[in-house]
């Protein structure tokens, strides 16, 4: 069992690389809006009960995912890095796959402000995550998170072991995969 998860800012392509990454291993993708997108048809981002269920919900899956037959998980995540409740929620999380005997791998990106602003507005990601179609709001989040959080290591990450840090700016979501899977020699499913 592999549990990858992905983190970086905003627009920094984790589910587009996400979803490369699972069509060449098999494994399966579970990106941030999977539940976010959920729980907005019922509670505001931020409000208690949105947080909760959040957090139930992705901690249901992993526990569902951790003892299944299924070769692994992906999962991508905006990790505020000085946030303590957000390095304990990825610490809770790679436990439930370790105590299962589990691999745990750290892939984080980065990439220009620019070429993130321009990803915000990609059809791909307008199509998967409804809250972004709002493309002036998203923008002025996506800014608001990059003055107020540090979504990028600078050379002092938590976990050295079973980590890559990519520079993706000018690099396609294929390319960017296939430099996850060589760093860390996952088995590429044939077609």
């Known amino acids: 069992m592999k549990f990858l998860v992905i983190f970086g800012p905003a627009a920094v392509g984790k589910m587009t690389v996400g979803y490369e990454l699972a069509k060449l ?5 579970f990106h941030n809006h999977m539940t976010i997108d959920l729980v907005l048809n019922f509670f505001n981002f931020g409000e208690p009960a949105f947080n909760r269920l959040i957090s139930d919900f992705r901690f249901k899956i992993f526990e569902e995912v951790a003892t299944s037959k299924l070769p692994g998980l992906i999962f991508t995540f905006v990790w505020g890095l000085e946030l303590e409740s957000d390095k304990e929620f990825i610490d809770q999380s790679t436990s439930i796959f370790q105590q299962k005997g589990g691999e745990v791998y750290y892939i984080e990106l980065e990439a220009d402000l620019s070429e993130r ?51 993706n700016t000018h690099l396609s979501a294929y390319e960017t995969a296939q430099k996850i899977i060589d760093r860390f020699e996952l088995p590429i499913i044939t077609p």
């Open 25 to 29: 291993t098999g494994l399966k993708l």
């Open 117 to 167: 602003l321009r990803r915000n507005e990609t059809d791909f990601r307008l199509e998967h995550k409804r809250p972004k179609r709002d493309i002036e709001k998203s923008r002025n989040l996506l800014l608001e998170h990059e003055a107020k959080y540090k979504m990028n290591s600078q050379d002092d990450f938590f976990y050295l072991e079973n980590y890559i840090k990519i520079n």
